[in-house]
């Protein structure tokens, strides 16, 4: 079964410093997402991503933050400056399309401390 | 901003046992998704409810959709250990166009042998 998955599992960082998380989404999907999910909390909506661009991004999703898909197969999360509260679980989703029926599919997740 | 609320946050239930969980929502949307979390792993697709009335099952869980009521169960029947997990339920907040996906607070079960 296809799956997405993300790189790294697991990622420490001083605070300031710039990470980029990888995200390989399932192949023939169109949609892609990124949320994050604070220890024991919600899951939160980070940003949504559509044909090249940026569809929606949530209040959490400042200039400190970036998108890209730099070669039509990765998507990738940029945090140009780390903080202490972006230590989190990010997850990356992918959506085949808006037809009835369709579900995100996430990654297994990047679990990022930022000390 | 969109609210989508659960309850319970926490529900302990001994095996065999019935129990609803509810999520309620605070704008209007016809597509409604829930989904599955074990510890430390990531989220499973449980079942997209895309209509009012809407109601889906999976073994023993049940899910139904009043988009009238902006309010969704998730049912659970003759509950067993396997079903512990946290459930999330999940809005689409913008009318079908999947540009932005509000999630509930959470309901973590633990089902007691």
């Known amino acids: 079964e296809p799956e997405v998955t993300q790189t790294p599992s697991h990622q420490v960082t001083q605070m300031g410093q710039e990470v980029i998380l990888r995200c390989v989404p399932i192949?023939?999907?169109?949609?892609f997402y990124w949320y994050r999910q604070i220890l024991g909390q919600k899951v939160e909506f980070l940003v949504s991503?559509?044909?090249?661009?940026?569809?929606?991004k949530s209040e959490i999703f400042d200039d400190q933050f970036s998108v890209e898909r730099p070669d039509g197969s990765n998507f990738t999360l940029k945090i140009r400056s780390t903080k202490l509260e972006d230590s989190a679980m990010y997850f990356c989703?992918?959506?085949?399309?808006?037809?009835?029926?369709?579900?995100?599919?996430f990654g297994p997740g990047t679990r990022l401390l930022v000390l | 901003e969109l609210k989508v609320e659960q309850n319970p946050l926490f529900l302990s239930m001994q095996e065999g046992k019935n129990y609803t969980i509810y999520c309620n929502y605070s704008?209007?949307?016809?597509?409604l998704y829930w989904y599955r979390q074990d510890p430390g792993k990531s989220l499973e697709s449980l079942f997209v409810?895309?209509?009012?009335?809407a109601v889906k099952q999976e073994g023993r869980l049940m899910a139904s959709l009043d988009t009238k009521a902006r309010l969704s169960t998730l049912h659970i029947t003759a509950a067993v250990h396997d079903l512990s997990a946290t459930y999330f339920c999940?809005?689409?907040?913008?009318?079908?166009?999947?540009?932005?996906?509000?999630f509930g607070t959470g309901t973590s079960l633990t089902v007691i042998p």
């Open positions: 989703a992918t959506l085949s399309g808006l037809a009835l029926g369709e579900t995100q599919y």
């Open positions: 192949s023939n999907h169109l949609y």
């Open positions: 991503f559509y044909n090249n661009e940026i569809s929606e």
């Open positions: 704008t209007t949307s016809d597509r």
């Open positions: 409810l895309l209509s009012n009335g």
């Open positions: 999940a809005v689409d907040s913008t009318q079908g166009t999947g540009n932005q996906f509000y």
